[in-house]
C-alpha cells in the first residue's frame, strides 16, 4: 500500500493551479445519463473518483472518451443496462446520484445502497422519498433499490434537511417529468448550482439554484452540451490551509474566492493575510503563528464540514484553545486520535472537539481513514517536526488531484512510496 512521507518545516512558497471539483463533477457525470446525445465535459480533475464513475457508466454500456488534457465525452446511445453494482457503489457513495437520471429518463433503475461509511451511517432515505413523491414505484431487496415509474410527475419536495446529493438527485429526476417540482430547503452549495447550469445548458427549465427552493419545469427531452467544471472549493481551502499551518505565502489561480467565504473570514481570523481577484486567491502568512479560531460546520453558505479536518490541523499547532463543533456528520474526528499521536492537545466531547495549540507537532506514523481526514494529516506532517509517514492514502486520491506534485511544486518536502 502507498505511503507519503513528508518533512514538515517548509513554509510554503509560489504559485498554484486549482483542479475542476470532485463534488462538481460527479453529479455532472450522472447527468449525462439525462442526454440524448453526446456530451463533452471540459475541466475534469484526475481523480479516483471519475475514474470510478467511468466505470459505473462503462458498466452500463454508456460509451466514453478521454483525452490527454482530461475532456471526457460521453454518449449514452449505447446504454444497455440501468444498473449500479455494490463492487463500485461501496467504494462511491456518490454512485447514487445514478438513481434520478435513469428512472427519468429510462423509467427504471437498480442501485446498491451505499451502506454506511467512516464519518456516519449516510442513510439515502430524502433521495427515495423524494422520488416516491414523484410518482416512483421504489423497493429495496437484498441491498438493492429496486425503483420504476412509466414517467415521473412533478412534485412539492420539502427536504427535512439538506442533503446535497439528495439536492441533485431529485433535481436531476425532475428535469424530465410531466410538470413542475418544486425543492425546498434545497442545498445551496456551488456545486448543485454548477450542475444545475450543466442542465440548463442541457435544455432543462430550473429556477432558483443556489437558493434553498429550486424550481425545475418538466421537459420532454435533453440534449447533450459542452460544460467547464467549476473550480474545488475544498482543495482551494486546503491548500490556503497549507500556506497558513507552515507560515507560506501562496498564490491560488483558477480558483473562485466568492465560493468559500466562511473559510476565507476564519482564515483572516486566524491571523492569515488574503488578497484576492475574480479567479485567484493569496495567503501571505510569513513569519507568523496562527491564532486560535472557533467554528461550527453546517450546510452552505456556513462553514464546510469537508474543511473540518483541515481547520483542526491548524489549530493544532495556533496559539490559543479553540471549540469546533461538526453538525453534519455525526462521526467525524476519526483524525483526532492520529493527531493526538503527534502531540496535539484535542479533545472530543460529543460532537465538539476542543483543541488547545501547542508549540509543535511531532512526526509520526499516521492512518489516514477517511478523504478529509487525510488531507489534514498531510497538513499536520508538512509543520510536524521530523518525517511524518502517511498511511492508506488511496484515500486522498478519491479526492485530490496530484497532491503531493502540487505540494512540491510548492517547496513541500513530499514524495510518494510503493510500501
Ligand atoms: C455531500 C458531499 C460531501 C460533503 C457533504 C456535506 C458529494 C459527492 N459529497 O455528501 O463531500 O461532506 O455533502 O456537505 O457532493 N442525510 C440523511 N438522509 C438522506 C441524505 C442525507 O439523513 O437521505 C444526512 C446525512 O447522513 C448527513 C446529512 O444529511 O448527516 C448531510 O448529508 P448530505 O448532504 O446528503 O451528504 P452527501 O450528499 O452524501
Redesign the pocket.
Known sequence: MEKLLIEGGKPLQGDVRISGA??AV??ILASTLLAEGPMQIANVPHLQDVTTTMELLGRMGVSLTIDEYMNIETDTSTIQEFFAHYDVVKTM??SI?VLGPLLARFGHAEVSLPGGCA???????????GLESMGANIEVKAGYIHASAKRLKGAHLVM???????T?NLMMAATLADGTSIIENA?R?P?VTDLADCLIAMGANIEGAGTDTITIHGVKELKGCNYSVLADR?ETGTFLVAAAITGGHIKLKDTQPKLLESVLQKLDKAGATISSGDNWIEIDMTGRRPKSINLRTA??PAF???MQAQFTALNCIAEGSCAITES???NRFMHVQEMQRMGANIKVEGNTAIVTGVDHLTAAPVMATD??ASASLILAGLVAEGQTVVDRIYHIDRGYECIEEKLAQLGAKIRRVPH
Open positions: 470532485k463534488n460527479l453529479p457513495r456518490a446520484l464519518i456516519g451511517s449516510r442513510p439515502v432515505n430524502m433521495h427515495l422519498r427535512d434537511m439538506v442533503t446535497v446529493t439528495g441533485e442545498a452549495e456545486e475544498i450546510p452552505y464546510p464540514t469537508d453534519v456528520f455525526e478523504l478529509r
